[in-house]
């Protein structure tokens, strides 16, 4: 994507060749700042400080974690440590696990010699394949939005354009490239089909206020920020045509995990009889779960997340506000669940799949265990 006319990139090699950059994203939309991470604990806490977020971007940076980790010490020792302290950051995001497999399966048979140019080249590879499957998501996501319009009558983004409603961030920030939910949008967007986004502000970090409207209006996609409860009063009015939404974690049988508030959404869509899909990468599915609620981990974080609001004052200072009682207690779980039933479809790589066990193995077949 372009930030001001240069392309970038949410995770790159520095110049130096072995030093890794990522964007600050909690930073933005305030701030741009790039930072570089030169170990193993840098990368740990990039990810769990969610300087990088997004189920594909952990996985792309934990892939850079473990080669940052066997540049230092290639011993199986510390590729063991590095597996385990990279794992333990956020373990919702299945593309975590999926990335540190692949990279450990590349370099536990090399000798220590070995490892370090294997785990850099792995690690690029996975940024690589990363962006031409989101690419492909949103080649595969653009005839929805195109129909959805034309069902309308093709109108002007005047006379109502097509309306999407998104959740959290699902875009090109939280990926390498592209994004997975707002890589139809901006497919469909460049094609010249009048795309409207409805912004969910998504606490408690507000990643669809802060990060989602910060992209779109970068690429120069109309959208409107509105607070998390409003999507079900626009649904009932007819002013949400479908919703797509992102997921860090989808079950073999099409249980969606995704930021804390898509289930509602989703319920909302399902009365109102509006799409609800889903855009995710292959990677994004753990083909060991079929059960989401009962066994997906869903990941509590800081409760001052919940407390506390972060913004700009008047003098231009980003500062973090206490909007509760001093010493309220909050509950701040990251993620729910909705169950494959109110998930309309699945938009993957490989097409549009039905959220159903049958439908992913068959898009899937080398996954399904015979």
């Given at each position: 994507?372009?930030?001001?006319?240069?392309?970038?990139r949410?995770?790159?090699?520095a110049?130096?060749?072995?030093?890794?950059?990522?964007?600050?994203?909690?930073?933005?939309?305030h701030?741009?700042?790039?930072i570089?991470?030169e170990n193993?604990?840098?990368?740990c806490?990039?990810i769990?400080?969610?300087?990088?977020?997004?189920?594909?971007?952990i996985?792309a940076?934990?892939?850079y974690?473990?080669?940052?980790a066997v540049?230092?010490d290639?011993s199986d020792?510390?590729?063991?440590k590095?597996?385990?302290a990279?794992?333990?950051?956020?373990?919702?995001?299945?593309?975590l696990?999926?990335?540190?497999d692949?990279?450990?399966?590349?370099?536990?048979?090399?000798?220590?010699?070995?490892?370090?140019?294997?785990?850099?080249r792995?690690?690029?590879?996975?940024c690589?394949?990363?962006?031409?499957?989101?690419?492909?998501?949103?080649d595969?996501?653009r005839?929805?939005?195109e129909s959805?319009w034309?069902?309308?009558?093709s109108?002007?983004?005047?006379?109502g354009?097509?309306?999407?409603?998104t959740h959290?961030?699902?875009?090109?920030?939280?990926?390498v490239?592209?994004?997975t939910?707002?890589a139809?949008?901006y497919?469909?967007?460049?094609?010249?089909?009048?795309?409207?986004v409805?912004?969910?502000?998504?606490?408690?970090?507000?990643?669809g206020a802060?990060?989602?409207?910060?992209?779109l209006?970068?690429?120069?996609?109309p959208?409107t920020?509105?607070?998390?409860?409003?999507?079900?009063?626009?649904?009932?009015h007819?002013?949400?045509?479908?919703?797509?939404t992102g997921t860090?974690r989808?079950?073999?049988?099409?249980?969606?995990?995704?930021?804390?508030?898509t289930?509602l959404?989703?319920?909302s869509?399902y009365?109102?009889?509006?799409?609800?899909?889903?855009?995710?990468?292959g990677?994004?599915?753990?083909w060991?779960?079929?059960?989401?609620?009962?066994d997906?981990p869903?990941?509590?974080r800081d409760?001052?997340?919940?407390?506390?609001i972060?913004?700009?004052?008047?003098?231009?200072q980003?500062?973090p506000?206490?909007?509760?009682p001093?010493?309220?207690?909050?509950?701040?779980?990251a993620f729910?669940?909705t169950?494959?039933?109110?998930?309309t479809?699945?938009?993957?790589?490989r097409?549009?799949s039905?959220a159903?066990?049958d439908?992913?193995?068959?898009?899937y077949?080398?996954?399904?265990q015979?």
């Amino acid at each position: 994507m372009n930030i001001d006319g240069k392309s970038y990139r949410t995770i790159w090699l520095a110049s130096d060749g072995w030093a890794v950059e990522i964007i600050d994203q909690t930073k933005l939309p305030h701030e741009f700042v790039t930072i570089r991470l030169e170990n193993l604990g840098d990368a740990c806490q990039a990810i769990q400080e969610m300087w990088v977020r997004g189920a594909p971007l952990i996985g792309a940076t934990a892939a850079y974690g473990m080669a940052l980790a066997v540049r230092s010490d290639p011993s199986d020792q510390a590729l063991s440590k590095a597996r385990e302290a990279l794992y333990s950051t956020r373990p919702t995001a299945v593309n975590l696990r999926w990335a540190l497999d692949e990279m450990q399966t590349i370099l536990t048979p090399l000798s220590s010699g070995e490892r370090k140019d294997a785990a850099y080249r792995r690690a690029a590879e996975i940024c690589d394949e990363d962006v031409e499957t989101c690419s492909a998501i949103g080649d595969n996501g653009r005839p929805l939005i195109e129909s959805a319009w034309k069902i309308k009558g093709s109108p002007s983004l005047e006379n109502g354009g097509v309306n999407i409603l998104t959740h959290c961030n699902a875009g090109w920030l939280a990926t390498v490239d592209w994004g997975t939910a707002l890589a139809p949008i901006y497919k469909a967007h460049d094609a010249g089909i009048p795309v409207h986004v409805w912004v969910d502000e998504t606490r408690p970090r507000n990643q669809g206020a802060s990060l989602t409207s910060w992209e779109l209006g970068k690429h120069g996609v109309p959208h409107t920020v509105i607070v998390d409860n409003l999507g079900g009063h626009l649904m009932q009015h007819g002013m949400v045509d479908l919703c797509i939404t992102g997921t860090d974690r989808t079950t073999a049988g099409g249980d969606v995990c995704n930021k804390i508030g898509t289930y509602l959404k989703a319920l909302s869509a399902y009365d109102n009889g509006i799409p609800f899909y889903v855009g995710l990468p292959g990677p994004t599915i753990d083909w060991t779960v079929d059960d989401g609620v009962r066994d997906i981990p869903i990941e509590q974080r800081d409760p001052d997340e919940v407390t506390k609001i972060i913004g700009r004052n008047p003098d231009g200072q980003v500062v973090p506000v206490l909007i509760t009682p001093s010493g309220a207690k909050a509950a701040n779980y990251a993620f729910d669940v909705t169950p494959a039933r109110l998930v309309t479809g699945l938009i993957t790589e490989r097409g549009v799949s039905e959220a159903s066990k049958d439908s992913l193995a068959k898009m899937y077949p080398e996954k399904v265990q015979c």
